[in-house]
Every structure is written in structure tokens, then in C-alpha cells.
């Protein structure tokens, strides 16, 4: 058996996965400053979940789903969490207060994708999501809330696209003028926008292959086909981010590669990423509950793909601030230095000042230090038979190389007010 994980998955570990904790810490304290609270599913979901409401068209559904084997149902792993969530909402009858509810998730998605650079098999997504709220603003609040994401890691090089995709009154129109607009070109469009042609023609806007680029370029746009109660939505959404001083591209390209989509659409895209170059994308999704046999209550959301938000930082080679290290490193020397720096390290400990033991008992002074320098540690009490003797113990500052001797009987108390920055 080759030992190497799946293919598209990736194990996360040592500095980098540090670094992963630190942007994911801070990525929660700005949704806690936006109000958002954090919902978790299971990552097992029935497939209906997905193709209920992603759509039986899209690639998602098609041909990118894990499914596990079950007797009696199918189950899929989550490939996306804005229907997982969904699902919850209604289960748990979160919708019915008839209030706006802010949500937020940090989840693994699977899907089976051809794995490159910024697209694997299981990858990240923050996710947010806002209920129980049909305003631009809110539309605009999510934008803003990602933006705010971005900026508190100094990141500003991408750019907002904003679209609309209509409502179940205006887009069928569309989808019709669309059609008369691809039906002389259909024979010049790739394979996979040919079988789009017929139920989604829409994506055949998003495609990336050159001719169906080419040809879609003067395509009627689904901005000048909405209807108005989308089209006074839309416009209102672009007022609130120039309120909320946020630039933005019309990009009527911008259709999403899920079906549940209805009014806004977006992405925020960076060219620091290459050939997958959307940052994150989301929109509203007002009607997704009906297809689970609900009312229909409105809901807009995105999805921020962790893996993306790493390449871009290190991209810019963005410096995080450093981790913190122990504040203490015992290092004993003898049996009964063990027992004594074993209950002192596990008291300084459970007080939530940082130490580390070392559990050696037949390694040299030498040894000792070098184990503290990985560690990183800002102090080392070291403790040997002659200083139990005299009741003593000995702190080197590891800064400076510097030593004092204190007294053993204290070196709790001292250790404590130091952590504390008392001395
Ligand atoms: P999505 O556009 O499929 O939307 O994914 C959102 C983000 O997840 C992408 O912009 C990208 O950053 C990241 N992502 C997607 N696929 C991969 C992959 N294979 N590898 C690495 N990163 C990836 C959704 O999933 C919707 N649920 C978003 C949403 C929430 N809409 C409303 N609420």
C-alpha cells in the first residue's frame, strides 16, 4: 500500500497548520463583530440535500458528489454547505421567529474535482449565511462582511463582481432570449455548453472555453430583462456599497455554478490565484426553502474558500504575527527534581500560563537546552540534585543567556507574577 493521503486532500501540520489556526481565529472575530453565529451539520448528508436544490445540472450534482454506501439511503459527503445549512434551518424551525438570523460555518466541502492549484478534493469554506432578510442591504452586508474579511489581513488585491440573475417572474423570459441569441452558434459551442443549451443556458456565460467566451460576449444580458422588483433590488444594492465606500465590477457573466441562485450574485476575484481565481462567491438564494416543501423565506449567503485565502497570503508573503511560545521550559535533572518540576509544571499550567516538561530522565543538561530552544521558550527552570540541596532552584532567561537562582519554595509564586508580567 502507498502511504499518501487521497488525492486532492491534503494533511495539515507544524507551522502551517499554525498559521491556519491564527486566520481562522481572526476570520471568527470578524464575524463576531458582524453578529454572526457559528451553526455546524454533519458532514454526511442524504444526496436529496444537494440535488433537491443545487441542481440536477450542475456539475456539483452531476459528477462531483462522494457518496457512501448505506442500506437504505443515499448518502453523499457535503460537497457545499449552503443546503446543508438550509436543511438544518428548517429541521430545527430557526426560520419560523420570522427574525433575521446571521450564521456562519467553518467546514470541510468534498467535492471530486480535477485537483490543481486552489482546487482539491476536500477544501474549506467560511461560510455565511443571513435569513429571514430580503433587503439589498443585507445583500450589501454580506459584501461588506467579506471585504471586512479580507482587509484584516491587509488583502485588497481583488475585485467585486456584482450581478443579478433574476427571480422565477424574469428569468424564464431571459432564458428564452438567450436561447434565440446561442441557437445559430450551438454547433461552435464546446460539448458541455451544447447539453447546457437546453436547461441552463445561462452558464454557457460562465463557460471558460475560448469559443463559447467568444461567442457569449454579446449576449443579451439578464440586467437589461429584469423584472422591476429585481431590477429596483439591484440597483439599491449598488447605492449601499458605494455607501459602504466598496468599488465594485457589474460583471453580468457572474451566474454561479449552483442553481439556487435568485436576484444577486457575486464574486470576488483575485489574479493573484491563476486559473482559479474566484476568492469566494455567494448570493441570494430566497427560494431554496420551497424545495424542501417549506415557505419560502429569503436567505443570501457566501462561501470563502480557506485554501484560496492561504495562497493569496502567501502570495504577498503576508507576515503573521508570530505564535506565541511557552513561557517555560522544566527541565529536571535527577529523580527527585522530576517529581517536584512534574507537580510545579502541571500547577503553573492549569493556571493557563504555557510550559513545557521534559519527561526525560536520562538526558544531559546539553540535551535539556537544546529541547527548550525548539520549543522556543522564554524561560527555563532548571532543577538538580545540588540546588534541591539548597533549596534552590535556577531560572535562565533564554533571550539573553542570562541565570538567577531563586529560592525553591517560591519559584511557584515567581514563575506565576512573572507569566503575568509582574516582573
Ligand atoms: P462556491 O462558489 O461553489 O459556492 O464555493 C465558494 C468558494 O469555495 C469558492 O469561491 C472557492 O473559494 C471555494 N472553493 C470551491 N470549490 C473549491 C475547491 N474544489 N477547492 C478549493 N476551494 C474551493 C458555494 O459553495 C455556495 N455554498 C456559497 C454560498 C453560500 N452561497 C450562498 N451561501
Redo the contacts with the bound molecule.
Sequence with gaps: MELKAVRGMHDLFGDELARWRQVETRVREVFAAFGYEEIRTPVLEKQEVFTHTVGDDTD?VEKQMYSVMNDSEKLVLRP???AAFMRAIIEHGLHRTGHPGRYYYYQA?F?H?RPQK????Q?H?F???LINDGSPEADAELIALLAATYSAFDVTEYEIRVNSVGCNDCRPGYRDVLKAYFQPHLEKLCPQCQKRFERAPMRILDCKAEACKAIAADAPRMLAHLCEVCDKHHRTLKVRLDDAGLKYIEDTNIV???DY?SRTAF?FTSNLLGA?S??????R?DGMSTRFGEKPFPA??????M??LMLVLEAKQAALPPLPKPQYFFAPLGEEAYQSLFRLSLSVKRKGIAAVMAYEKDKGLKWLMKQADRHGTRFTVILGENEIKQNQATIKNMGDGTQETVELARLEEILIRRAQGAN
Excluded: D, N
Design positions: 456539483i457545499e454547505g449552503t466541502m467535492r474535482e486552489g482546487r482539491l478534493r477544501f469554506q461560510g455565511a449565511e454561479r455554478g449552483l441562485y464574486e482559479q474566484a476568492l469566494c462567491g455567494g448570493g438564494y443570501v449567503g457566501y462561501g470563502l474558500g485554501e484560496r
